[in-house]
Each structure stands twice: as structure tokens, then as C-alpha cells.
């Protein structure tokens, strides 16, 4: 890996994601060869954001490969008001060998890689969650095999989640259709971006406003919540835009027969999605959860070593 912080899927060539996921695999199938490759070394965990996952993976995964990790909630260090982004950033890199952040603007992760002489892992930015759409290519590969051709089709918020899939995606030769409301498409830069890295690799990058014809011919299914971390307040206005975009049993039988249902999580079940899809024989949404510990992992050892 040529890059010295993982901030957005686009960080990683197409052989260096594929790398990644072959290094992910044996850590999944040889958990015991890696117990000393990161041993020693510390990895600051900052949170301006609640998590389950995140947390926990990285938490784990640190501890898997030899090292250690430091929790830092939004109280402890209250980036940008506490202290500056620059001056945690000095600090930090005297004491630890990696930093993830999850945290709200983007600009926030740019700033730490800028400033800090250690590794960056982003854990979720307004604008992306490049760690989710590893573990996701990783899990899709595991079901599908070849990921080139393949159709994935997100539905709901063009948000950071559907972002880093179309990041993904496109270098991987997959087909991304996002199917949203008007007015909630992703980011002009992150489509435009996308598209670019697309023409390289023969994917499609689209966005279309009827979820019906967004899942047509898809070998994915792919849904998030209707109101990011951060949009609490619009949950309810949202709720009311987004209910024709639910992924329930009807959806899913547009799509192909043996289609994947894919979400992040949390997932708010009767919301964008129903119990009868999350907990249906196509949904993968624990395999996915499971392989942000094995992707993170890989990302972690090449990053740190
Ligand atoms: N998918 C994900 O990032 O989960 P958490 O918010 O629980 O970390
Ligand atoms: N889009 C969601 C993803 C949570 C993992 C959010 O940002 O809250």
C-alpha cells in the first residue's frame, strides 16, 4: 500500500484494495500467524460519534495483531474546540503509531493526515466510510466471487455510505446504482469522482429516483439509515420522503433472485428496511459486520508495520 493514511476508498488502487482483501482473507483464516505483527504498537481510537462496530473492530483487531488501543470518547478531547486538529494531531503522534477518527466534517481527517507523522484511519465522515465499503467489496467477493460486472444497487440517503460504495465500486469494475428521492442525491464531487475512476475499470456509476427500476438486474441490495448521525432533527421530515424507498419483500423480488441484502447497520428495522428482508436467507448484513474486523485488519498491519 503506497499510501500513508486510508481517508477515502480512492487512497487504494484497484490491485492494492485487491491485496487487501487477499491479506483480510488469511487474517480470517490464520488469525494466530498475525498475533505479533503489530505487537507493541498503539492505536488512539477518537469518537466524536456513538459506534458499535467501529469500536469494536478496532478495538479487537488491534489487540489481534499484538497491540493495544486507546479509547478517546467526544468528551475527553472535543476536536477543534478543546484543542486544535493541528495540536492533537502534535500530541498524539508522540505517543501512539495510528489514529482512527470518526468524526463529522471530512475536512477533520484531511487535517489530521496533514499534521500527524502516524497513520490516519477514517471511521466515518459526514462524506465517507471507507472502512464499511471494504469490509462490504470483501464479503460481496466472499458470496459472489468475481466482483467486476456485478450490479450493486443502494438505496436510500446519498450519503457517506453510499459515497465510499460508489468509490469502491468503480475501482473495482462493479456497477453502482444509487436510488434515491430527488433532492437527496450523493455529493456532485463524489459522483463525479467516481465516474472518473469508473471509465478505468468499465463500471457504471448511476443515480436514478425510482427505487424499482434501481434494482432491476442488481446482485446487491444495499440500504442505510434514512437519518445519518448528525440529522437527528430531520428524522421525521425524512421519514415521510424516503417510505417509497424501503427495501422490503417487494423490492427485493425486483432485483435478482439471488440477490444479496446488504446494510451497514444499525439498521432501524421498519424504517428503511423490514424484519422479513434484514432476517430473510439472502441478508448478509453479520457477515459484513464480521469482515470490518478481517478488512480493518489488513488495513491496520499495512499501514503500521
Ligand atoms: N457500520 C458501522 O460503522 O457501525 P457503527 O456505527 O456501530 O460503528
Ligand atoms: N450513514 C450512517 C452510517 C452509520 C454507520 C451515519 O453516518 O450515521
Not at 110 to 128: F, Q, R
Not at 201 to 226: C, F, L, M, Q, S
Request: proline share 4%.
Amino acid at each position: 500500500m503506497r499510501a500513508q493514511d486510508f481517508l477515502t476508498v480512492r487512497d487504494l488502487s484497484r490491485e492494492e484494495i485487491l491485496e487487501t482483501f487477499v491479506i483480510a482473507l488469511d487474517m480470517k483464516a490464520n488469525r494466530s500467524k498475525y498475533a505479533d505483527a503489530l505487537k507493541g504498537k498503539a492505536l488512539a481510537l477518537i469518537f466524536e460519534k456513538p459506534s458499535l462496530r467501529t469500536r469494536t473492530t478496532f478495538d479487537i483487531g488491534i489487540q489481534q495483531l499484538g497491540g493495544y488501543s486507546l479509547y478517546l470518547s467526544p468528551a475527553e478531547i472535543s476536536l477543534g474546540k478543546r484543542e486544535s486538529v493541528h495540536d492533537v494531531a502534535k500530541n498524539l503522534e508522540r505517543m501512539v503509531q495510528g489514529i482512527m477518527i470518526r468524526t463529522f466534517a471530512h475536512q477533520v481527517v484531511i487535517d489530521m493526515a496533514k499534521h500527524a507523522s502516524v497513520p490516519i484511519i477514517n471511521g466515518l465522515t459526514d462524506y465517507s466510510h471507507p472502512c464499511q465499503a471494504m469490509a462490504d467489496f470483501l464479503t460481496i467477493q466472499e458470496k459472489k466471487g468475481e466482483l467486476k460486472g456485478l450490479k450493486v444497487c443502494y438505496v436510500g440517503d446519498g450519503n457517506n455510505v453510499a459515497h465510499s460504495l460508489m468509490f469502491a465500486g468503480a475501482r473495482l469494475g462493479a456497477h453502482v446504482t444509487v436510488a434515491c428521492p430527488p433532492g437527496f442525491e450523493p455529493n456532485l464531487t463524489a459522483y463525479k469522482d467516481a465516474s472518473e475512476d469508473a471509465r478505468a475499470t468499465g463500471a457504471r456509476i448511476e443515480v436514478v429516483h425510482d427505487p424499482a427500476v434501481g434494482v432491476k438486474n442488481a446482485d446487491v441490495i444495499y440500504t442505510d439509515v434514512w437519518a445519518s448521525m448528525g440529522q437527528e432533527t430531520e428524522a421525521d421530515a425524512r421519514k415521510k420522503i424516503f417510505r417509497p424507498y424501503q427495501v422490503n419483500g417487494d423490492l427485493m423480488a425486483k432485483a435478482k433472485k439471488d440477490a444479496l441484502f446488504m446494510h451497514c447497520l444499525p439498521a432501524h428495522r421498519g424504517d428503511e428496511v423490514t424484519d422479513e428482508v434484514v432476517d430473510s436467507p439472502q441478508s448478509v448484513v453479520f457477515d459484513e459486520a464480521e469482515n470490518r474486523l478481517h478488512a480493518q485488519k489488513a488495513i491496520m498491519y499495512q499501514l503500521m508495520k
